[in-house]
């Protein structure tokens, strides 16, 4: 069963089009994400499947129920914010049993589910800390500790992450990922970044302008992206169309090669002839940036071995394989199963 479908959605807020005629759907147990740039619809959406707003056009279902006049409070599912939305003058324990107490629960049953929920989480023993006595990742395993305590079946997370620094970021989508699984609810992830997307993900739905260019696992959405917005939101790229592409690739319609396909080579060695204009050390790679001439410039992601660097001004060949090559359609996709 799907978790979530939509169907010919739209969201205006007067003339603006935040989300403009879209469908797709979840199933139950899904890792979702959506991804986009700032302003592309992909919050709007999260809210409409919250019950925070409603469609303007179309119609949302949830478990195969539509849900347009059902209160955000009746639609089974909990939302997890960036900035925590966490009590400061309450304890953990009572931030993650908020919601039972509304509901009547007595304490000690609410304080036992609590239990459950900060090993579930992985903080035992912090519950009668208070918010400011947790470090940032802390204070969202809580936020996400009391979005589940109800057994939501659907968990609406809306940038999480943004808040806590690279390396506790990447500790956090391994944990996410792991917590998902070892539920098997459905989340529903909003980010504007493409690592925690293609991390994380079952599959990924890439926003752009109030549309969908692609939903795709996210293998596919890096190799065979659909559009060109999809190929340079999404890592770095090399596009070529026209004139370049027959040059380089034997024919002139718009194709993409990733720059960690490209072999970079000593001059004179098969391949096209350059020279590298630019390079930045990026750790696990060394970037080149490598003129070929005629307002053509190849970006290559080289591994870092621990050989020298190549210096700039060197004379280089490239090369790559044919299936390194992908030939992108430069018509707008829309929503796929």
């Given at each position: 069963?799907?978790?979530?479908?939509?169907?010919?959605?739209?969201?205006?807020?007067?003339e603006?089009?935040?989300?403009?005629?879209?469908?797709?759907?979840?199933?139950?147990?899904?890792?979702?994400?959506?991804?986009?740039?700032?302003?592309?619809?992909?919050?709007?959406?999260?809210?409409?499947i919250?019950?925070?707003?409603?469609?303007?056009n179309?119609?949302?279902?949830?478990?195969?129920?539509?849900?347009?006049?059902?209160?955000?409070?009746?639609?089974?599912?909990?939302?997890?914010?960036?900035?925590?939305?966490?009590?400061?003058?309450?304890?953990?324990?009572?931030?993650?049993?908020?919601?039972?107490?509304?509901?009547?629960?007595?304490?000690?049953?609410?304080?036992?589910?609590?239990?459950?929920?900060?090993?579930?989480?992985r903080?035992?023993?912090?519950?009668?800390?208070?918010p400011?006595?947790?470090?940032?990742?802390?204070?969202?395993?809580?936020?996400?500790?009391?979005?589940?305590?109800?057994?939501?079946r659907?968990?609406?997370?809306?940038?999480?992450?943004?808040?806590?620094?690279?390396?506790?970021?990447?500790?956090?989508?391994?944990?996410?990922?792991?917590?998902?699984?070892?539920?098997?609810?459905?989340?529903?992830?909003?980010?504007h970044d493409q690592?925690?997307?293609?991390?994380?993900?079952?599959?990924?739905?890439i926003?752009?302008?109030?549309?969908i260019?692609q939903?795709?696992?996210?293998?596919?959405?890096?190799?065979?992206?659909a559009?060109?917005?999809?190929a340079?939101?999404?890592?770095?790229?090399?596009?070529?169309?026209?004139?370049?592409?027959?040059?380089?690739?034997?024919?002139?319609?718009q194709?993409?090669?990733?720059?960690?396909?490209?072999?970079?080579?000593?001059?004179?060695?098969?391949?096209?002839?350059g020279e590298?204009?630019?390079?930045?050390?990026?750790?696990?790679?060394?970037?080149?940036?490598?003129?070929?001439g005629?307002?053509?410039?190849?970006?290559?992601?080289?591994?870092?071995?621990?050989?020298?660097r190549?210096?700039?001004?060197?004379?280089?060949?490239?090369?790559?394989?044919?299936?390194?090559?992908?030939?992108?359609?430069?018509?707008?996709?829309?929503?796929?199963?």
């Amino acid at each position: 069963m799907n978790a979530v479908q939509f169907d010919r959605v739209s969201r205006h807020y007067g003339e603006v089009k935040a989300v403009d005629d879209i469908s797709f759907q979840i199933p139950s147990g899904e890792f979702f994400t959506l991804l986009g740039p700032s302003g592309s619809g992909k919050t709007t959406c999260l809210r409409m499947i919250a019950g925070f707003e409603y469609p303007s056009n179309g119609e949302i279902r949830l478990f195969g129920e539509p849900c347009s006049t059902v209160p955000p409070y009746d639609r089974n599912l909990n939302t997890v914010f960036q900035d925590y939305a966490l009590f400061p003058n309450m304890d953990v324990r009572d931030n993650i049993g908020y919601g039972l107490m509304l509901k009547g629960v007595a304490k000690a049953e609410r304080y036992r589910k609590v239990d459950e929920m900060l090993e579930l989480v992985r903080l035992p023993g912090v519950g009668k800390r208070r918010p400011s006595q947790l470090s940032g990742g802390q204070r969202q395993r809580i936020a996400i500790a009391r979005a589940l305590i109800n057994q939501p079946r659907i968990l609406l997370l809306d940038e999480p992450l943004g808040a806590l620094d690279l390396k506790l970021r990447e500790q956090m989508q391994l944990e996410l990922k792991a917590l998902q699984r070892q539920l098997g609810i459905t989340f529903i992830f909003v980010t504007h970044d493409q690592q925690e997307a293609l991390s994380m993900s079952d599959r990924i739905c890439i926003f752009s302008q109030g549309k969908i260019e692609q939903i795709a696992a996210p293998d596919t959405i890096y190799d065979a992206p659909a559009t060109p917005f999809v190929a340079r939101f999404v890592g770095t790229v090399n596009l070529f169309e026209g004139e370049q592409a027959r040059r380089l690739c034997g024919d002139g319609s718009q194709m993409m090669v990733r720059p960690e396909r490209i072999r970079l080579a000593e001059a004179g060695a098969p391949g096209w002839s350059g020279e590298i204009r630019e390079v930045e050390y990026l750790g696990p790679f060394v970037r080149y940036r490598v003129d070929l001439g005629e307002q053509l410039e190849i970006i290559v992601n080289h591994p870092n071995e621990g050989q020298a660097r190549l210096a700039r001004g060197s004379r280089v060949s490239l090369s790559w394989p044919e299936q390194a090559i992908h030939r992108l359609s430069a018509a707008h996709q829309g929503a796929q199963p």
